[in-house]
């Protein structure tokens, strides 16, 4: 297409169809996220018809990426972690581990993958999606219950994890050719710390007075407009400090700056203002995911994906029942927490890109994911019914 047009062009067949499919989903009572990973497919290269810029997807996909990583920073609860600490942090990263176990035995042993790329098989199969954990607890109004607040605390758990893998994969993945180099690897590991480190003490001496301040000064002019565009502003400068002076990602960037605004007076209203676009973009990030996705490997390696599907949802499940009944949790709880780990989506696509990127993971295996997740989102409220039969929800005692 013309490049003059093609950035409308994109945005109006990405939006259009993410709506039209989303509201499909939607009706079929499942995710939007299905529609929006469905209309990516739809317009992506594998499939005939028109096909989106494949250039440009991904640079509005990134955008996507920083403000969904600023909206975490924004809704992230220090106090929700506290309070389900004893279970959340053991019980998430036992769960981690086990599902990357998982994923490394598929990958290797059945698959034929080598030991990095299936490791990261398994690590991108780990993570729950933010998005579809929350919107399944809101419709089930246990978000603010006992059981939200573990299963809240684990996804936050899960979250500062992948912040750390995104930090540090880079680092550990080496170039093809590259000799293994203990010495050299420790050091550069070293210096990427020291510049985090240096930007997360920046922004939280520095970031956290003046950021507060700019944010009330723009309140005082009374602009809604100006408002929403100094949050906008924050969010994506404070992603280009972190990648182009500290070395760091984008997407740690944007966390850190939502961490800094989160405990201000003024947090609650940037995260707003920010959540039209954050919805926006982060429904362009997947319609970007779904063109990537080559919807033939269903058919053509379908033990393959019955294999991932199976971790996603059976082996994940079982690895918190066990984590959860250790702790001695009532029957609901644990089945609900189990049901809601049973999907993967945001932070693994996030995950998978990058290490594809670092040409770490071929595109099979990342197919691999996208197809898990498509399918693991779409069975999800299965999974939950199959749970409500077995005790995840007490019913209603009868009016006397």
């Not at 993570?127 to 603010?144: I, Y």
């Not at 080496?174 to 922004?203: C, E, H, R, W, Y």
């Not at 918190?320 to 702790?327: H, P």
């Amino acid at each position: 297409m013309p490049h003059a047009d093609s950035l409308i062009v994109t945005l109006v067949g990405g939006f259009v169809l993410a709506f039209v499919l989303g509201m499909l989903a939607n009706r079929l009572k499942l995710s939007p996220l299905v529609g929006y990973l469905v209309a990516g497919v739809v317009v992506g290269p594998f499939t005939p018809g028109y096909v989106a810029d494949t250039e440009l997807a991904p640079q509005l996909a990134e955008i996507g990426v920083i403000l969904l990583m600023f909206g975490v920073g924004l809704h992230f609860s220090p106090k929700d972690l506290l309070q389900s600490r004893k279970v959340a942090l053991p019980g998430a990263l036992v769960q981690i581990s086990a599902a990357t176990i998982m994923g490394w035995l598929l990958g290797h042993f059945l698959l034929g993958l080598g030991h990095t790329e299936a490791v990261l098989l398994g690590f991108s199969l780990s993570v729950a999606s933010t998005v579809v954990l929350l919107r399944a607890l809101e419709e089930r109004k246990q978000v603010k219950g006992e059981i939200g607040k573990i299963a809240v605390g684990w996804l936050i758990v899960e979250d500062l994890v992948i912040v750390v893998a995104l930090v540090m994969l880079p680092l550990l993945v080496l170039p093809a050719g590259q000799v293994f180099d203990a010495s050299a690897l420790a050091s550069n590991i070293g210096v990427t710390l020291v510049k985090v480190a240096a930007f997360v003490l920046l922004m939280f001496v520095v970031g956290g007075k003046v950021l507060p301040w700019l944010l009330i000064r723009i309140a005082h002019t009374k602009s809604r407009e100006l408002f929403t565009l100094g949050v906008l502003s924050i969010a994506l400068g404070i992603a280009w400090l972190a990648y182009a002076v500290f070395g760091a990602s984008f997407a740690l960037g944007a966390f850190v700056a939502g961490l800094v605004l989160n405990g201000t007076p003024l947090g609650h209203n940037a995260a707003e203002r920010s959540l039209p676009l954050r919805d926006a973009f982060a429904v362009l990030f997947f319609v970007s995911v779904g063109m990537l996705f080559d919807p033939t490997i269903i058919l053509t390696q379908p033990l393959a994906v019955l294999g991932v599907v199976f971790i996603v949802i059976i082996g994940k499940s079982l690895a918190a029942l066990v984590i959860t009944s250790a702790f001695k949790l009532d029957r609901a709880t644990s089945l609900t927490v189990a049901a809601s780990l049973a999907q993967i989506g945001e932070f693994s696509f996030i995950l998978a890109a990058l290490s594809m990127y670092l040409g770490a993971m071929s595109r099979e295996t990342h197919d691999l994911i996208l197809a898990a997740s498509l399918l693991s989102i779409s069975l999800n409220p299965f999974v939950f019914a199959w749970v409500d039969r077995l005790g995840a929800r007490t019913p209603p005692a009868p009016p006397v």
